[in-house]
């Protein structure tokens, strides 16, 4: 994982190639959830005020390319093999893991495509992320929930200070509603770092008011946050007006690549995919699919065996039928095993081998009028073959 005791490894590699990270203006962007739909938001308002943006984010869903992207554009596969070839010495000397190269290569080709500013989302936490080398212009919270608490700690609090440790000494911070309890640590942490805290206070822009690739759904979650993060950026010269603004809010699919948030696959039926996983976001995924009008529902339902799925399952909605299954990875829990836990709380459905299988079978099974939705893990919503 990109979690890690110290960034060392990140540091030493980094430093083999000539600090690349030291080379652009960055903007950091954490949070249990909303930081990728808001790291993309943020580069596609950057791109239609015409600076050349750098984005990385993580996991991907097709391609490792879509990791790293400039203007949109994935990293290249010859990049990607010379970057490797070019430091099989150094990555044998420091035995760096999968994502501190990762980060580093991103680093690499955002100095070499000599970009404006680069958008980094964390991979998990924030102080001991891989990401967190760089020196940002703005850090960004945009939420904090229970996740990952076998390395980032079992309250709010643990994982809000983990959090809070990408807020550097005098760069100003966003945050986005957290609980009282995740604020107070924030806020602790950048008086200690002299670093101002911008907090939401009042509603602007109106969704109503805005058009978009991105479902509105996503929009409204994260709108306010990218607003003020656009609105702090401002404040430190960079040029870009409101209709910057509303081009990069109405074009960030096309701009960004953005996929696997509330995104509609097929129209009849309605097909909805997320790779929302955790409470939080789960909570928020059955409320939006309540919303919608259906005939029947229909879930495509995946996890992985390190997720606590027995806090997760009584969040779904009861009436429905399921279609449990398991993703083509390790960490996927067995989809016989998944089902089992579900019937012992009501959730009635079959087990197939693959997510292929599954959603194959609720396509057979549902009508034009009805919604499927596919979820449970990133790794599901990756195997799906209309994303």
């Not at 945050?175 to 604020?183: E, Q, R, T, Y």
Request: glycine share 6%; with cysteine.
């Amino acid at each position: 994982m990109a979690f890690k005791k110290d960034l060392t490894n990140t540091l030493l590699l980094a430093q083999k190639l000539g600090n690349p990270h030291q080379s652009f203006e960055s903007i950091h962007v954490a949070g249990t959830n909303g930081k990728g739909s808001t790291s993309h938001l943020i580069a596609s308002v950057l791109q239609s005020a015409g600076y050349k943006v750098g984005l990385y984010t993580s996991p991907h869903l097709k391609s490792f390319r879509e990791r790293i992207r400039v203007n949109g554009l994935e990293v290249s596969e010859s990049f990607i093999k010379d970057f490797v070839n070019q430091n099989k010495k150094a990555i044998k000397e420091i035995s760096p893991s999968f994502f501190e190269i990762t980060v580093v290569m991103a680093f690499e080709h955002f100095a070499k495509q000599q970009v404006d500013f680069a958008v980094i989302e964390t991979g998990l936490g924030g102080r001991l992320d891989s990401t967190n080398i760089i020196s940002p212009v703005i850090s960004i919270i945009t939420s904090i929930s229970m996740d990952h608490q076998d390395m980032l700690g079992d309250t709010i609090e643990a994982i809000a200070s983990e959090k809070a440790g990408i807020i550097k000494e005098n760069v100003p911070v966003v945050v986005g509603n957290l609980p009282d309890s995740a604020l107070k640590v924030v806020q602790l942490v950048a008086k200690e770092k002299n670093a101002a805290l911008d907090e939401p206070l009042s509603a602007m822009t109106r969704i109503d008011q805005l058009d978009s690739d991105l479902s509105p759904q996503v929009i409204r979650l994260n709108l306010h946050t990218v607003e003020r993060a656009i609105n702090q950026l401002r404040s430190i010269g960079l040029s870009v007006n409101n209709d910057h603004f509303s081009a990069g809010i109405k074009n960030v699919v096309a701009q960004t690549g953005l996929k696997g948030r509330w995104q509609i696959l097929r129209n009849e039926p309605l097909v909805i995919c997320d790779v929302g996983h955790n409470e939080d976001a789960v909570l928020w995924l059955m409320n939006q699919i309540s919303k919608q009008p259906y005939e029947r529902l229909h879930i495509v339902w995946g996890s992985v065996a390190d997720k606590s799925i027995e806090k997760v399952l009584p969040l779904l909605i009861k009436e429905c039928e399921y279609y449990f299954c398991a993703a083509n990875v390790p960490r996927a829990m067995k989809a016989e095993e998944l089902q089992l836990l579900a019937k012992e709380i009501g959730l009635e459905g079959g087990a197939y081998a693959s997510v292929g299988e599954a959603y194959h079978m609720a396509l057979s099974q549902a009508d034009s009028g009805d919604l499927i939705f596919v979820g449970g893990s990133t790794f599901v919503v990756a195997e799906i073959k209309d994303l």
